[in-house]
Nanobody, 126 residues
Framework: QVPLVEVGGGLVQPGGSLKLSCAAS????????LGWFRQVPGKEREFVAG????????YYADSVKGRFTISRDNGKNTVDLQMNTLEPEDTGIYFC???????????????????WGQGTQVTVSS
């Protein structure tokens, strides 16, 4: 069973919007920081956005700040990434991930997350 499942990727024109959603089991979702990462061929997977379990803290990569918004619904065990004003440089495979238990902040490194989704492709192109 895949611990996290992303949906919502696709093809969009520059300047357009997409919303990604990720569902997880309560065991994984509960009291964990959640994050979104993305990866393009030939590059390491990079942090995009994160939110603490209580929703009080968020953090965004500089490249998406002001354009992307992360949100979570602890009742539904889902975390979303609203992406606006998309640019070709946003193209990649997007992954949601759950941080290791007991993190109080928002870690930025891949190794700090121990559960990952399978990824969903986002392509920004005219």
């Amino acid at each position: 069973q895949v611990p996290l499942v992303e949906v919502g990727g696709g093809l969009v024109q520059p300047g357009g919007s997409l919303k990604l959603s990720c569902a997880a089991s309560e065991t994984i979702f509960s009291r964990r920081t959640l994050g979104w990462f993305r990866q393009v061929p030939g590059k390491e997977r990079e942090f995009v956005a994160g939110m603490t379990w209580d929703g009080h803290m968020t953090y965004y990569a500089d490249s998406v700040k002001g354009r992307f918004t992360i949100s979570r619904d602890n009742g539904k065990n889902t975390v979303d990434l609203q992406m606006n004003t998309l640019e070709p440089e946003d193209t990649g495979i997007y992954f949601c991930a759950a941080a290791r238990p007991f993190y109080s902040g928002i870690p930025l490194q891949n190794d700090d997350y121990d559960h990952w989704g399978q990824g969903t492709q986002v392509t920004v192109s005219s």
